[in-house]
């Protein structure tokens, strides 16, 4: 009886055995079955091919790009991404993976992002046009970092422009670098506010700018050798043509704490410390009665306050057939961290843009 239970028991193992590796076998081919290799080709229109087009699976950074013939492979695809193809000067396009399908974009121009008119040296050029080192920093883009101070929203949005704060205190100033020190002397780059040189950006409201347009190349020669160390051209909001009149009221509050404060011993735990210190040098601990050292004064939590900051914008704008004027006025109050009230930033603003079309080559632009 025993010889037939234990080969029923071994029959039984061998059995369990093959259907485990079948169970792998069968996991193993369909997570294979899950990444698939995409091939295709990318145009332009009906029949021109569009070489480095960047092809992404999106939320990773696994790609490839088209090669000269339009064409492109990507291999270990997961099924049910998704293929993102951009392209300068072309909307981009996302196409579901279900399949190793060959596939075939046709992408469509940028109408608007190619027609997009940017300020340079020596007058105006559309962005299709650009062949020199401009960046652009439009209004959409401050008004979502929503920054004190200009140089805060060119920190981080412009290649080659290093913006450092010289201090910590509210309204600082910051040194702007563009494409490094060039000099042993003045290192500042020369800024206009529509034609007009100004040397402290702490005077304009950052609400107020349409764009700003960073030279970094010869197209800054027009300016001289005050433009050695690059130009930044900044550029109002002043309405539009034909339009009704409008009010725009922007205001916020807020407070600012320090992100981080270094964790410190209390005083009952700076003893400690110095009496092992001393007990391990051989000598008798200083400290006898931790209960009377107590917790000391953290000087941290002395010095950093909630500072209180707020802010309001206030704008007018009127177009009519030939002209069109844009007024607008802002007040900003930020206490600092450190000093409290003692160390408030004001700002008060004011400006006034009014643009006249006499004739088709007359015109007449006047800021306050």
Do not use: H
């Not at 960047?54 to 099924?79: C, E, Q, R």
């Not at 046709?106 to 080192?133: F, M, N, R």
């Not at 802010?311 to 704008?317: E, K, R, S, T």
Request: charged share 15%; with cysteine.
């Amino acid at each position: 009886m025993s010889d037939v239970l234990y080969f029923s028991a071994s029959k039984y193992c061998y059995m369990k055995s093959k259907i485990i590796l079948l169970v792998l076998f069968f996991a193993v081919t369909f997570g294979f079955a899950q990444n698939v290799t995409v091939t295709g080709a990318v145009y332009e229109g009906a029949d021109s091919p569009l070489p480095g087009v960047s092809i992404l699976v999106k939320g990773t950074t696994m790609g490839t790009a088209t090669d000269f013939d339009g064409n492109f492979s990507l291999a270990d695809v997961p099924v049910s991404s998704v293929l993102v193809f951009s392209y300068v000067g072309f909307q981009d396009y996302e196409v579901l993976i279900e399949n190793d399908t060959p596939l075939i974009i046709t992408l469509l121009e940028d109408a608007e992002a190619l027609d997009e008119v940017i300020l340079i040296g020596y007058g105006t050029q559309s962005k299709k046009e650009i062949t020199g080192a401009v960046s652009v920093v439009g209004s959409e883009t401050i008004e979502k970092l929503n920054p004190v101070r200009v140089e805060q929203a060119l920190q981080g949005q412009v290649s080659g422009v290093s913006i450092t704060a010289q201090s910590g205190s509210p309204g600082s100033a910051s040194n702007i670098r563009i494409r490094g020190v060039t000099t042993n002397g003045n290192n500042n780059p020369l800024i206009l506010v529509d034609g007009n040189v100004i040397e402290d950006l702490s005077v304009i409201n950052p609400n107020d700018i349409e764009s700003m347009n960073v030279l970094k190349d010869a197209t800054a020669g027009i300016y001289g050798v005050r433009a050695a160390n690059g130009v930044i051209l900044i550029t109002t909001k002043s309405g539009s043509k034909s339009s009704d009149l409008k009010f725009e009221l922007d205001t916020y509050a807020g407070v600012q704490q320090t992100t981080r404060q270094l964790p410190v011993l209390d005083a009952t735990e700076y003893g400690v410390l110095v009496n092992e210190a001393f007990v391990a040098g051989g000598d008798s601990p200083p400290f006898l009665d931790f209960t009377q050292l107590g917790s000391g004064t953290d000087w941290q939590k002395e010095i950093f306050q909630t500072a209180p900051i707020a802010n309001v914008n206030f704008a007018v704008n009127k177009g009519w057939e030939n002209s069109k004027l844009s007024a607008g006025t802002s007040y900003l109050t930020q206490d600092g961290i450190i000093g409290g009230s003692d160390a408030n930033f004001n700002r008060f603003t004011g400006r006034v843009n009014y643009n006249l079309d006499f004739l088709e080559n007359f015109k007449l632009n006047t800021s306050w």
